[in-house]
C-alpha cells in the first residue's frame, strides 16, 4: 500500500538551506512544523535572532499529516473537560484557542499565505440514537461556556443523521501549505536548516548547545517543537501516543456540504469527514480509526475500514489518498507547554491529542511570550511543570500499565517470522537471531536491511507497520524508516545496525 498525505501532494514545497557548519542565534528551535515555524516568526517580530533546525522538510512531519481542521473546541469533548476540572477552565481552553486560531487567520491575510484558508461551520452528530445524550451534554457545556452553539438541521448533513449541533465560525486550512507559506516569508532573523537532525542537546547557566548531524547551534535558549519532548523526559509518562488515518477519496457528483463533521457512528467508531477543493478538484476526508501507535498487527486493516465507510455511508470509491499522523494525549486532557524545568533554558510543547495545529500556534504564543518576559494569560493553566495526581491518575496508570505489559511481552523470544527468507520483497518483520531481535526489511532489489530491533530510547521492541513502511515502537511512540532512520518521537538516534556474533545467517544472500 502506497501512503501519501494529500496536504503533501497539494503544496509546493520550498527548499531551505542545510546545516554544514556550526552557528549562534539568540533562539534554537528543533522542529519546523507549526509549532516551531510560528515559534520563530513571533520571536523574530521581536528582533531576537532564531534558528530552526529541522530533520526532514518543513511541514513533513505531523503537520503535513493533520486534517486541517481549525476550532476553538477539543476532540475529547467538553464534557470531559468540564468533569475533570470546572466550567472557569473549560472557558479559558476555549479563550486560548480562539486566540490562536485568530492569529492563524490574521497571518493568512497579512502575508497573503496561498493556504485555502475559510471560515467553517463545526458539526457534531450522532449516527444511532444511543448517542444522543453525548449530543445533548456537549451543547449544554458549551452553552454554558458561551459558545454560539445551536441545533443543527439534519438534512444539511451529508448522511443521514439522529441529532446535530454547530458551531459557526470555525476554520479549515491545508496545513502544508499553510507552514510551508509561512515559512517562506522572509525575514532576516529567521535562518531555516532542512535535513539538519538534532543529536542531543547540552544545557548550562550560559545557554544550550544543540549538536546536530551538520554542525553545532549555540543558543540562549531551545524550543522543542518535536511534538513530543526528545530524549528521556517524565511528561512521557503522561502521555499516550496514537496513530489515526486519513483517507481522500474523488468526490465526483457527490453533493458534500461544505465544513467539519464530527460524528459517532455504529461500533464505538468516531470519524470525521470535510470537503476539500483545490485546481478545480474536489476531494472527500475521512480520518479515524485510531490505535496506540505499534500495537496492531495491521496497520493497512485500519485505513481499509475508512474506506469501507467511506463506500458504504457514500458511495465513493476511488481513493486517491491514504496516510497516517501521530497524536499524543496527556493523562489530564490538557497541553503541556513552557520551560522543561523551573529554570531551565530548554521548552516543550506537547499533548495536543488531535487539536494539534491550534494548539501548536497557542504554544509558539506562550513561548514566545515567557522567552521575551512578557506575561502570558495562560501560562499556568497549561506549565508542564503542574501537578494534577488526581486528574491524572487513571490515564498515568493505565498508560504506564500499558508500556510496561509491551516491553515485557516483547522481552523472551516473541517475533514475526522464524526466518529472513520468509520476508517478502517490500515487507519488513522481527527476527531472533543468535539471541537478538533483528528489523529486517526486504527491499525492492531483493537485498535486506538488517537494524536492532530495539529501540534507542528505553529498549521496547519495534513492529512493522505495513501500512506506511516505517517501524514503530509500542512503548512511547518514536518511529523509524525502513531503513532504521528515526522520523518522530522521542528517540534521538536512529536503529541501530544489526550486529552479528558469528557469520550472516545462511538465508541472508544479499546486505546493505
Not at 23 to 40: F, K, L, N, Q, Y
Not at 110 to 139: G, M, T, V
Not at 246 to 264: M, N, Q, R, S, T
Request: with cysteine; proline share 3%; aromatic share 8%.
Amino acid at each position: 500500500m502506497f501512503t501519501q498525505s494529500i496536504w503533501k501532494d497539494t503544496a509546493s514545497i520550498h527548499n531551505h538551506q542545510v546545516l554544514n557548519r556550526d552557528i549562534s542565534a539568540d533562539v534554537a528551535i528543533i522542529g519546523g512544523g507549526v509549532t516551531g515555524i510560528s515559534t520563530a516568526r513571533l520571536l523574530a517580530r521581536q528582533g531576537l535572532k532564531v534558528v530552526v533546525a529541522e530533520s526532514l522538510k518543513v511541514g513533513g512531519g505531523t503537520s503535513g499529516h493533520s486534517t486541517g481542521n481549525l476550532y476553538v473546541t477539543i476532540d475529547k469533548n467538553l464534557e470531559t473537560l468540564k468533569n475533570k476540572y470546572d466550567l472557569e477552565t473549560v472557558k479559558q481552553v476555549l479563550q486560548s484557542r480562539k486566540d490562536a486560531l485568530n492569529l492563524i487567520e490574521s497571518w493568512v491575510k497579512a502575508y497573503s499565505l496561498d493556504c485555502d484558508f475559510k471560515r467553517q461551520n463545526w458539526n457534531l452528530y450522532s449516527a444511532i440514537a444511543e448517542n444522543d445524550e453525548k449530543i445533548e451534554q456537549e451543547l449544554g457545556v458549551a452553552r454554558e461556556a458561551g459558545l454560539e452553539i445551536i441545533d443543527s438541521d439534519p438534512a444539511n448533513y451529508p448522511l443521514k443523521i439522529n441529532k446535530g449541533i454547530t458551531l459557526p465560525n470555525q476554520a479549515q486550512l491545508n496545513p502544508m501549505r499553510y507552514v510551508q507559506e509561512l515559512a517562506n516569508v522572509a525575514d532576516d532573523n529567521i535562518a531555516i536548516y532542512e535535513c539538519t537532525r538534532v543529536i542531543k542537546i547540552e544545557e548550562s547557566d550560559e545557554g544550550v548547545v544543540l549538536h546536530t548531524s551538520g554542525g553545532n547551534i549555540h543558543a540562549d535558549y531551545a524550543v522543542m517543537a518535536t511534538h513530543v519532548p526528545k530524549g528521556f523526559d517524565l511528561l512521557q509518562t503522561l502521555l499516550g501516543s496514537y496513530r489515526e488515518y486519513g483517507v481522500a477519496f474523488k468526490a465526483g457528483d457527490l453533493d458534500f456540504p461544505e465544513g467539519i463533521f464530527w460524528g459517532y457512528h455504529e461500533d464505538g467508531k468516531n470519524i470525521s469527514s470535510r470537503l476539500y477543493e483545490r485546481n478545480g478538484e474536489r476531494y472527500v476526508i475521512f480520518v479515524g480509526e485510531p490505535h496506540k501507535t505499534g500495537q496492531t498487527e495491521d496497520n493497512i486493516q485500519h485505513i481499509q475500514a475508512l474506506c469501507d465507510f467511506a463506500q458504504t455511508h457514500y458511495g465513493l470509491n476511488q481513493v486517491v489518498y491514504r496516510w497516517g499522523g501521530q497524536h499524543y494525549r496527556p493523562a489530564d486532557l490538557l497541553p503541556f507547554i513552557g520551560r522543561r524545568n523551573q529554570n531551565g533554558r530548554t521548552f516543550v510543547a506537547t499533548g495536543f491529542s488531535t487539536d494539534g495545529l491550534v494548539y501548536g500556534t497557542l504554544a509558539a504564543m506562550m513561548i514566545a511570550d515567557e522567552i521575551t518576559g512578557r506575561s502570558n494569560p495562560y501560562s499556568d493553566l497549561y506549565n508542564p511543570r503542574r501537578f494534577t495526581p488526581i486528574k491524572s491518575a487513571s490515564r498515568f496508570i493505565a498508560e504506564n500499565v500499558n508500556v510496561a505489559t509491551v516491553f515485557l511481552k516483547d522481552l523472551p523470544s516473541g517475533a514475526d517470522k522464524d526466518s529472513f527468507a520468509d520476508i517478502k520483497v517490500g515487507e519488513g518483520a522481527v527476527i531472533n537471531y543468535q539471541g537478538e531481535k533483528i528489523a529486517a526489511y526486504r527491499r525492492e532489489d531483493n537485498e535486506l536491511h538488517l537494524n536492532s530491533a530495539v529501540c534507542p530510547h528505553l529498549k521496547c521492541i519495534v513492529n512493522w507497520n505495513n501500512a506506511e513502511k516505517t517501524w514503530d515502537c509500542p512503548c512511547h511512540g518514536s518511529r523509524f524508516s525502513r531503513d532504521g532512520v528515526v522520523l518522530e518521537g522521542p528517540s534521538w538516534d536512529n536503529l541501530a545496525r544489526a550486529k552479528f556474533k558469528d557469520s550472516l545467517p545462511d538465508d541472508i544472500q544479499d546486505r546493505k
